[in-house]
């Protein structure tokens, strides 16, 4: 066999090995991102259309408490229920004072969680590499132990007989116990005490790869410190502060464990609010559709954020 004879023969082996590589990349690929769309199918979206039926349905006294939005006649099915339930949440202003009442806690709590941990991201980020991952682990040892636990403890500091009063007492700063507990200041510190770290993990990945020879440019320019921080620090650290935001914003709307143990009793949010239909009244329909309006108020705002900010990257 001649070399022309040899290299035309293994030219035809690759062309004939190439399309099998591609289509074996191709169907790793497709199981690759396959995985998390059926996990996704398996515990978010067959779940959620399961608590959207529901919500269609209406109120009966039996086992399930709830008359389905179908029945069954052979095997057609025939519909049977209605949007009640949505237009009675519109004209009940307990439902949406707790709408209202909890996106503002979990906004306020949110923009107290970044004042409070920009800073320490700061400076964990710039610390020496000694010592940075020491102070990563104080902030994510909070997590090794139970939120419950942690929330109990802070109970225990705020309480009439707690060690805030006790020392303010002691030091003649006031002269009777102040009320903390059942209150929306016990409410913020808790959530800002609990949500802590998952602010600052977020913000400390950004403000650590920030260049300092950026820093060191705009002190060059003549920039004081705080021009600095508004024209190089913080636009740099927005992905961060975004991501931080949401990662303390979307659980703490939802939050029923923190205003049930040390909020106000006249001031529910919607978790509480949620926990009572389901649990005290048993009206399976209500408490659906009060959750999915929850978990619509917040998907749909961010899909369009994010939808925006991809337009303005590509633009």
């Known amino acids: 066999m001649s070399v022309q004879e040899t290299t035309d023969a293994a030219v035809r082996d690759l062309a004939d090995v190439s399309p099998r590589r591609g289509r074996a990349r191709s169907w790793g690929a497709r199981a690759v991102i396959g995985v998390p769309f059926g996990w996704l199918l398996l515990f978010f979206l067959i779940p959620f259309g399961i608590v959207f039926l529901i919500s269609l349905g209406t109120y009966a006294f039996g086992q399930p408490p709830y008359e389905p939005a179908f029945r ?31 996106v503002l806690i979990a906004g306020g709590a949110t923009v107290l969680c970044l004042l409070v941990a920009w800073p320490m991201a700061w400076v964990i980020a710039r ?4 010592w940075r991952n020491i102070l990563l682990m104080l902030v994510i040892l909070p997590f090794w132990t ?21 020392v303010l007492l002691w030091s003649g700063i006031i002269d009777s116990p102040i009320q903390m507990l059942q209150t929306d200041f016990a409410v913020y510190l808790t959530i800002v005490f ?22 060191e440019a705009a002190a ?16 740099l650290s927005l992905p961060g502060i975004v991501a931080g935001c949401l990662l303390v914003f979307i659980p703490a709307v939802g939050e029923f464990v923190i205003p049930n143990l040390v909020g106000a009793q006249d001031s529910p949010m919607i978790g509480d609010v949620l926990w ?21 108020l917040l998907v749909v705002p961010f899909m369009l954020l994010r939808n925006s900010s991809a337009l303005k990257g590509e633009a």
Do not use: C, H
Request: zero cysteines; charged letters at 15%; hydrophobic letters at 45%.
């Open 72 to 102: 069954w006649e052979g095997w057609r099915p025939v519909w049977q229920g209605s949007f009640d339930n949505y237009v009675f949440l519109t004209t009940d202003s307990l439902y949406v004072n707790a709408y209202l009442g909890s």
């Open 127 to 130: 610390a020496e590499p000694r």
């Open 146 to 166: 139970s939120s419950l636990l942690r929330i109990y403890a802070l109970m225990g500091m705020l309480r009439q007989g707690g060690i805030i009063n006790s």
């Open 194 to 215: 609990t949500y802590l770290p998952l602010m600052v993990l977020p913000l400390y990945s950004t403000l650590e790869k920030l260049d300092g020879a950026l820093l």
């Open 220 to 235: 060059d320019l003549g920039a004081r410190g705080w021009q600095t921080f508004w024209t190089v620090t913080l636009p």
């Open 276 to 296: 009572r239909e389901y649990f005290n009244n048993r009206d399976w329909p209500v408490a659906s559709a009060v959750a999915i309006v929850m978990l619509v």
